[in-house]
């Protein structure tokens, strides 16, 4: 790369940047929602800047470049120079579009590629102002804080609501000293000298807190040098607190000497503007002899304050200041600054292999754990039962605990929804609300990312075959906005993932006239396919309603992709859907891949292991009942219609030759969409297993997805459900 960085500070920018962006997608959308929120414009704002910052550092010139001109535009738009347009985010979402790109680059290892000069231009003309006639002095006046509407003054500027904030008081004096040094000349009363605040900066500070409203919310302007307002000796006058924390802050910062306290001090040079001598001095004996203030200003604490954090501090709309007079409220700021430096270390960074090698010796505890519970089960002896059961509660905690760490809330997929759905409908015209719920699911980090997918072909899905366009919605008596829920819960060992929507819903006969178009049934298997069976035809390969192939769907991929992959992690797939009133879809996935509750099952002398969530339910079964539908042997449980598979047939040698019992058990499992019934010998019970990979040679096996070890020290193999139907089925 062209940039030699420390690996480590590459690392903690690649981190925080990574999740500023995430979130920057996601404010990007909402603000367009809620154009007048204040305290998005300024969180959209630090966003770009702090990535500016961050990129700066590491000279990757061309993201420094695309951030800071994004970062201009909502400096306008957070002084209210400018309004939030549709057209505007266009523009934002292709920079931020621009910015991501950039930043997989960087975590690449290559050069940022530059955003295109036109993009950079766009953006730069809507970083200027929409309606012009206010000074530039007002748009610098504070760039750290909302602009709102200015409180009218307050007659009176008394002690008890005149006083101005601590962080109001630290922004105003960042300001005057990040300026140029002032051209006024020094008071020549003391000896000082350097170390005496000059009489512009003293003005201006008795300007901002007299006559600018400062305290009461609103964002003082610069006062201009030529405007003269010297300070009446009454109502004008500073109030005792307010003039204490001014020089606390001045002695603190070094400016100002404590022989400022003599009375010659205050010679105000021949200047009209500033302040008289008998209004300091008397000021002055408030402060000192009238025993207004028992103790002297204490600069100490203020030492302690660590100003440039004040400067990266959210900018709030500030409260007119009800507080306790200043030093009381300083006294109490160590401790409320020391907590969150505690929080930053918190945390660490890990890799995530090393998690991994962490949950693979768990598991090996756990099958540990079995074969010692089977053992103590056996024992007679009471000591070694109470021990084992020990073990057992804490292996448990300890898994969980382990669990826990690699566990991500489902927030990471979902966050890049409102992006996807604000963009689709404005490509197709629609007008779409996007509700999330249960955002802060956590389930295993490798769901996680390969839920992602699949969730974003469903909600594509929701907004392109299932909203209809505003005008049609109309028509048929629904809100012009229609509406998409996305939410996720947990439920038992399992996540639950509804996408639903309110749009036209599913016509089975217009699926039953495709399947029949596209050769997947004969019209008479077609017109016998129940509501259900219909549905689920969306998640046939090439299936599609649409008539026109857009770049958006049409070429029937999407469903069979969420199909295959919701397959791969042991879930389940079902679909709701009502005409006229919508769509859901429901997924179930396990919560983890690395540790599975299956149910152990004999065929002949053999073990496997049946997943526990695609387990729906056992009976014994009286086998004379069954019936033949198709060729196919069949059992009917409750008024439902089960396919029979005899699995002892496939997987042991030599079973096929056997006569076939009449009573055995049946396992009805479900995978994806579909229900069948399984024929076992026995039912060993439920156990947590540990999965092993087959190994090279056995790698691919239809049917089997792994093996472990079972509480009697056997080898049981897991088996995979859909790929044993599909190969042997």
Request: net charge negative; with cysteine; charged share 30%.
């Amino acid at each position: 790369m062209a940039f030699d960085a420390d690996e480590e500070i590459l690392q903690d920018f690649l981190v925080e940047a990574g999740e500023i962006l995430e979130k920057l997608s996601e404010q990007l959308v909402d603000l367009e929602r809620n154009p007048d929120d204040g305290e998005l414009l300024n969180a959209i704002f630090r966003g770009f800047h702090t990535v500016k910052g961050g990129a700066g550092f590491l000279q990757l010139d061309a993201l420094v470049g695309c951030c800071h001109s994004a970062e201009n535009v909502f400096d306008t738009l957070r002084n209210r120079k400018r309004r939030v347009t549709s057209e505007l985010m266009d523009v934002v979402l292709e920079a931020l579009d621009n910015v991501n790109l950039m930043f997989d680059q960087v975590r690449n290892q290559e050069d940022p590629t530059p955003a295109a000069p036109e993009l950079i231009q766009a953006l730069d003309a809507l970083a200027e102002p929409e309606v012009e006639g206010e000074s530039a002095a007002e748009v610098e006046a504070e760039p750290e804080s909302v602009v709102a509407e200015e409180a009218s003054e307050p007659e009176q500027p008394a002690a008890e609501n005149g006083d101005i904030t601590d962080d109001e008081f630290e922004q105003l004096l960042d300001a005057l000293q990040g300026k140029d040094a002032p051209a006024a000349t020094p008071e020549p009363a003391t000896g000082g000298g350097a170390d005496e605040i000059s009489d512009d900066e003293f003005e201006s500070l008795l300007d901002d807190l007299h006559g600018k409203g400062k305290h009461s919310g609103g964002a003082p302007a610069s006062k201009p040098a030529t405007e003269s307002s010297a300070p009446a000796a009454g109502g004008d006058e500073i109030s005792d607190d307010e003039f204490e924390s001014l020089l606390d802050e001045l002695h603190g910062k070094g400016q100002f000497k404590a022989a400022a306290a003599e009375p010659e001090a205050s010679a105000a040079g021949g200047n009209d503007d500033l302040i008289s001598d008998d209004e300091f001095e008397s000021l002055l004996d408030d402060l000192h002899g009238k025993g207004k203030k028992p103790e002297a200003p204490k600069p100490a604490p203020k030492v302690a304050k660590p100003a440039p954090e004040k400067k990266a501090e959210p900018a709030k709309k500030v409260e007119p200041a009800k507080q306790p007079a200043a030093p009381a409220a300083r006294g109490d700021e160590p401790d409320a600054k020391t907590a969150p430096a505690a929080a930053g270390e918190t945390t660490v960074r890990v890799d995530t292999k090393r998690l991994d090698d962490i949950m693979n010796m768990v598991g090996e505890l756990v099958l540990v754990r079995n074969r010692l519970q089977r053992l103590g089960g056996a024992s007679e002896d009471e000591h070694m039962q109470k021990a084992v059961s020990n073990l057992d509660v804490v292996t448990t905690d300890l898994q969980s605990a382990v669990m826990q760490t690699r566990m991500q809330p489902i927030k990471k997929v979902f966050g890049r929804f409102p992006r996807v759905v604000r963009d689709l409908a404005r490509n197709l015209k629609k007008e779409i609300n996007l509700v999330m719920h249960g955002e802060d699911t956590d389930l295993d980090k490798n769901l996680v990312e390969a839920l992602s997918d699949p969730l974003v072909h469903l909600v594509r899905n929701s907004v392109d075959h299932g909203i209809e366009l505003p005008d049609v919605r109309e028509k048929a008596g629904k809100p012009r906005t229609g509406l998409v829920t996305l939410s996720a819960e947990q439920e038992g060992d399992h996540i639950l993932l509804v996408i639903e929507d309110d749009g036209a819903g599913m016509d089975p006969n217009v699926l039953r006239r495709k399947a029949v178009e596209k050769g997947l049934f004969e019209q008479d298997v077609a017109d016998r396919l129940t509501e259900t069976e219909c549905f689920n035809l969306i998640f046939a390969p090439g299936f599609s309603t649409k008539e026109q192939i857009s770049d958006v769907s049409g070429r029937g991929v999407g469903m069979d992709v969420v199909k295959t992959k919701i397959g791969q992690l042991n879930g389940m797939i079902n679909i709701e859907s009502s005409m006229g009133k919508g769509s859901r879809i429901v997924i179930k996935v396990p919560l983890t891949l690395a540790i599975m509750p299956t149910l152990m099952i004999m065929l002949g002398d053999q073990s496997f292991a049946l997943p526990l969530v695609n387990v729906v339910e056992i009976f014994h079964l009286d086998l004379t009942k069954k019936n033949i539908v198709d060729g196919r042997e069949c059992i009917v449980v409750r008024d439902k219609v089960f396919p029979l598979f005899y699995i002892k047939k496939w997987l042991v040698h030599g079973a096929s030759s056997e006569p076939e019992t009449t009573e055995s058990h049946v396992v009805i499992v479900a995978m994806g969409t579909k229900r069948v019934g399984f024929v076992v010998d026995q039912l060993v019970g439920q156990e947590e297993v540990v999965i092993k990979p087959l190994g090279r040679m056995l790698n691919g096996t239809p049917g089997m997805s792994g093996a472990t070890i079972t509480g009697d020290g056997r080898i049981a193999l897991i088996l995979d459900v859909p790929s044993l139907l599909q190969h042997y089925g």
